[in-house]
């Protein structure tokens, strides 16, 4: 028997994700848009994803693999409206609820759905890594939001030690913020170094650095840290960001380590879309986490 005709399709990744109960790997949307600090429509981002998936392909031309495993989508949280503060709990169920899977992947949302989905792990067993141009360590005097779920983590009781933060960009950060990192014993590593070292070899570095102190990590990829040329889909991405290949190199190493239990992706504003690129972008990049686990 031949195989099925491609002519007028192919087998996508958005055939992986559907109704699949025993499947290693989740995924839950979180579309949260309350209090950002930058007016915005991130609650569009899981559809947004969601959609762009069909368009790409489970195989890989530049290794040879065929990506097989499938997505359990648990759907999204119902966060029409809602802060951050009456999110938490919602949220944070959410991915407790996946966490006897391989992986669980949160789509934003803004950025304020970390700390529920760190909570999620357990505060004192979790190791946090960010990919993302800012500290998010504002004050959290007037509450909640899109700026500090670091800062709220750290009140929270998370030791900073256990906290890796990449990519941060010049002229995007306070010097407050920076203080308040060192001060806490968040390692730091900027841009700059992400451009010299490779952006893969110092997540791999940070993810060698946080298993050595954690029983299990989170990932936050706020997707701004990528350079706004290659993502203007964001409203804090800035020129000299990381490089979209880059990212994606990162995101596969981070899916393939077998202490990362569950990743976000935050800040994805489909209504800055320049075409399809953020859709896509966020695509690739779900692919790339897929890949990773797929070496696990």
Request: glycine share 4%.
């Given at each position: 028997m031949s195989e099925q005709s491609e002519a007028l399709g192919w087998r996508s990744v958005g055939d992986l994700v559907g109704n699949h109960p025993e499947a290693r790997v989740a995924m839950i949307g979180a579309p949260l848009n309350e209090r950002s600090l930058t007016p915005g429509r991130c609650d569009l981002g899981p559809k947004a994803l969601r959609a762009a998936l069909p368009r790409l392909s489970t195989y890989d031309v530049e290794t040879g693999l065929e990506l097989g495993i499938r997505v359990h989508d648990a759907g999204d949280v119902a966060l029409k409206a809602v802060?951050?503060?009456?999110a938490f709990e919602p949220v944070r169920d959410a991915v407790k609820a996946?966490?006897?899977r391989d992986l669980t992947i949160l789509v934003g949302g803004n950025n304020a759905i970390t700390r529920a989905g760190v909570h999620a792990l357990g505060l004192e067993r979790v190791g946090v890594l960010t990919l993302d141009?800012?500290?998010?360590?504002?004050?959290?005097d007037q509450g909640l939001t899109n700026g500090n779920p670091i800062q709220a983590l750290l009140e929270d009781g998370l030791d900073g030690n256990r906290i890796s933060q990449v990519g941060l960009a010049p002229f995007a950060n306070t010097r407050r913020a920076h203080e308040k990192a060192k001060t806490a014993g968040i390692n730091v590593r900027t841009v700059c170094e992400c451009r010299e070292q490779g952006l893969a070899a110092v997540v791999a570095q940070e993810l060698e650095r946080l298993s050595a102190l954690c029983e299990v990590i989170y990932v936050d990829f706020d997707i701004d840290v990528i350079d706004r040329s290659q993502w203007p889909a964001s409203p804090g991405a800035r020129p000299g960001g990381v490089s979209v290949?880059?990212?994606?190199?990162?995101?596969?190493v981070i899916g393939a380590h077998p202490k990362v239990r569950a990743v976000d992706?935050?800040?994805?504003?489909?209504?800055?879309?320049?075409?399809?690129?953020?859709?896509?972008?966020a695509g690739r990049w779900f692919c790339e986490i897929l890949s990773g686990v797929s070496a696990r």
């Open positions: 802060s951050p503060a009456d996946q966490t006897h141009a800012h500290f998010d360590l504002r004050d959290t290949h880059d990212f994606f190199d990162a995101a596969r992706l935050t800040e994805y504003d489909p209504s800055l879309e320049v075409g399809d690129l953020g859709s896509l972008t």
